[in-house]
């Protein structure tokens, strides 16, 4: 697949070859939603579970006469009355920790790269160097190239380090390393850019 590269000035910038196997996947809904789904529920931290009566490391021994005493005939401390005792009804252990064949996750990256290629919602730029690395310079130039409310835009190796500083400042630009790539943030931007440096690394991910 053949794509045009452009500048950050909207300029072309040549062309560059994609490879089909995996940016001409064809996207399946079922595959692309486990993935999604895999990732929100590894987010979810374990929920941690209340020490119940039996749990609780208090004697046992019963602490005062059956009858005499003017009170009630409690048997042991681990009750949840008392302070310190086990708690009633409390939380249960949750722990969310799916999993998903390696196999399902990469062929769900891979449609996802081509979902936004097939979809003409994927962009390559040369790289991402700024003169200044000022929000306004930035903000210029992003409205030159049209890239539609939100956009996840993806380097190589390292970020460059006025691009991150400039868009910081914009709620509608994202910014991620080729290694950071991932389902979800893809799926959720309305437009994927990438730089030549991010089109090598994610080739040399999968092929490697």
């Known amino acids: ?20 196997a995996i940016f001409g996947v064809e996207p399946r809904a079922d595959i692309l939603h486990r993935v999604v789904t895999w990732q929100l529920e590894k987010r979810r931290g374990t929920a941690r579970a209340a020490r119940e009566r039996s749990e609780v490391a208090r004697t046992g021994k019963k602490f005062g006469k059956q009858k ?13 009355i008392f302070v310190g005792g086990g708690k009633a009804h409390g939380p249960r252990v949750r722990d969310f920790d799916p999993s998903l064949n390696k196999k399902i996750r990469v062929l769900g990256l891979k449609m996802a790269l081509s979902a936004k290629a097939m979809g003409g919602q994927l962009v390559v730029i040369d790289n991402l160097d700024l003169k200044d ?59 994927l850019v990438l730089t030549r440096a991010a089109v090598e690394k994610l080739e040399a991910r999968f092929n490697g």
């Open 1 to 20: 697949m053949k794509v045009k590269v452009q500048t950050l000035d909207a300029k072309a910038g040549g062309d560059i070859n994609l490879d089909d």
């Open 133 to 191: 690395g000022k929000t306004k310079e930035l903000r210029e130039k992003l409205d030159g190239l049209g890239f539609g409310k939100t956009a996840l835009v993806m380097d190589g190796d390292a970020l460059n380090v006025g691009f991150a500083r400039a868009s910081s400042n914009l709620g509608s630009v994202n910014l991620l390393p080729a290694v950071g790539a991932n389902v979800y943030d893809i799926m959720r931007h309305e437009t």
């Open 68 to 80: 005499g005493g003017g009170t009630a005939r409690h048997g042991d401390r681990r009750a949840p």
